[in-house]
Antibody, heavy 117, light 107 residues
Framework: EVQLVESGGGLVQPGGSLRLSCAAS????????MNWVRQAPGKGLEWVSY????????YYADSVKGRFTISRDNAKNSLYLQMNSLRAEDTAVYYC??????????WGQGTLVTVSS | DIQMTQSPSTLSASVGDRVTITCRAS??????LAWCQQKPGKAPKLLIY???SLASGVPSRFSGSGSGTEFTLTISSLQPDDFATYYC?????????FGQGTKVDIK
């Protein structure tokens, strides 16, 4: 069974940093591209970042470019999102999502990031 | 960037109703369109990919159609478990873009 479990969310002050993790199991992690997608409270889904299976290709949404860094450790079956210079508008549930058939075919349960003073 | 527009934003329906949701892309995305379902407090779940391919384990009452800029998701006979929010997603170019969502609630 495919499982994606996010962790690392919490309350952080504006300008602060946070590192999210996503532990993958039930599939061959190093065969799949991965993504982060977020959802602000009561709002829709917003793609955040993409990393290819071997980390050679990385993309970011304009809203996080220069502040967030995606990475992965295939030996540990883990995906990461380092978030710096956090803003109130970054408050959201952050999901990791596996890419299959070019879409998000499996999602984690999400981790809540709240940016507030 | 490609923009995705869903309609309606909210849809009230009864169990057994046929339900159709529309998604329009700001430019052609061929058939690179997916639909997912999200229930409150839960992660989204993939229903349809490549405009009309049913994801594994998804009931056959769900179907998708369209190409280019206009797409539809149809639920042939709405079931109690189907009351949720539905999102379309394009993946023709990086990045992914989602529609704003359509909430299907009980009439």
């Amino acid at each position: 069974e495919v499982q994606l479990v996010e962790s690392g969310g919490g309350l952080v002050q504006p300008g602060g940093s946070l590192r999210l993790s996503c532990a993958a199991s039930g599939f061959t992690f190093n065969n799949y591209n991965m993504n982060w997608v977020r959802q602000a409270p009561g709002k829709g889904l917003e793609w955040v970042s993409y990393i290819s299976s071997g980390s050679s290709t990385i993309y970011y949404a304009d809203s996080v470019k220069g502040r967030f860094t995606i990475s992965r450790d295939n030996a540990k079956n883990s995906l990461y999102l380092q978030m710096n210079s956090l803003r109130a508008e970054d408050t959201a549930v952050y999901y990791c999502a596996r890419e299959g058939e070019a879409v998000a075919d499996y999602w984690g349960q999400g981790t809540l990031v709240t940016v507030s003073s | 960037d490609i923009q995705m527009t869903q309609s309606p934003s909210t849809l009230s329906a009864s169990v057994g109703d046929r339900v159709t949701i529309t998604c329009r892309a700001s430019q052609s995305i061929s058939r690179w369109l997916a639909w997912c379902q999200q229930k409150p407090g839960k992660a989204p779940k993939l229903l349809i990919y490549k405009a009309s391919s049913l994801a594994s384990g998804v009931p056959s009452r769900f179907s998708g159609s369209g190409s280019g800029t206009e797409f539809t998701l149809t639920i042939s006979s709405l079931q109690p478990d189907d009351f949720a929010t539905y999102y379309c997603q394009q993946y023709n170019s990086y990045s992914w873009t989602f529609g704003q969502g359509t909430k299907v609630d009980i009439k």
